[in-house]
């Protein structure tokens, strides 16, 4: 993962940049940050982590209060892809490490797999995801602060189709949209092309612009996200372990 220094505003570095030197708001409550917090956690990847991993501001009681369902979600993606793909699938000696340590979480999982009640788990599993959003939101756009109001939309790999997840891993399109904050990070992500295609009724060559947000690949096969703001939502799109493909869609106007 390429590591991206914040250029802009100084009057927003508080919001965006951990400095434990000065003061710094919390990313998800507002209030006063005394600590770093990793985007994504670490618990999603695997070791030797990513030497440029993202951190943002945020407070003790917010850094701590996802860490269980955190490791719930990263032992549930494991589980589901042991049953998925069976004997095709080696878990990382990080992750059998984790369930090992866990072994009561994980014999809780499985049942949960086996008898089909993953349902019981959604508000536990969104909150994850919203929770993730905020940070790449924050990280890349230089907004999204504190939003609690948004919709979250996930499935794992075994119950989508080849199209479907083709579909979601494409690139934003960005032509036609407003930038955000100078000096973002999300800046560095944006491509700007040039199409070439040839009409019918004329052989010459023609072009046309194209924008495009790339992809973030924290790290290869493991964890990927992008972030980009349409209007009045902030749009963040990651994929989980290959396995979990999640979107989340965070309402800005309802932001102070």
Known sequence: ??????????????????????????????KQANTREHIPSRVFLSKPYPSNLAIVPACVKCNNSFSNDELFLSIL?????????GQNYVLSEEADRRIKQNEKLAHMIDAAIENERLDEFNKKISRVIFKLAIGHSVYELSEGYCIEDGTVKYSFLNHLSAEEVDEFSLPFNLNGQLFPEIGSRVYERILFLEVNFAAASDPEQLTAPLVLLDWVDVQ?????????????????????????????????????
Do not use: P
């Open 1 to 30: 993962m390429k590591f991206v220094d914040y250029y802009g505003d100084d009057r927003l570095r508080h919001k965006i940049v951990y400095n434990k030197n000065s003061y710094s708001e919390c990313i998800y409550c507002g």
């Open 77 to 85: 993606i494991e589980k589901l892809k042991i049953k998925h793909f």
């Open 220 to 256: 290869e096969k493991r964890y990927s996200y992008t972030s980009y703001r349409f209007g009045d939502e902030i749009v963040v799109k990651m994929i989980i372990n290959e396995f979990l493909y999640a979107q989340v869609i965070l309402n800005v106007e309802v932001s102070t």
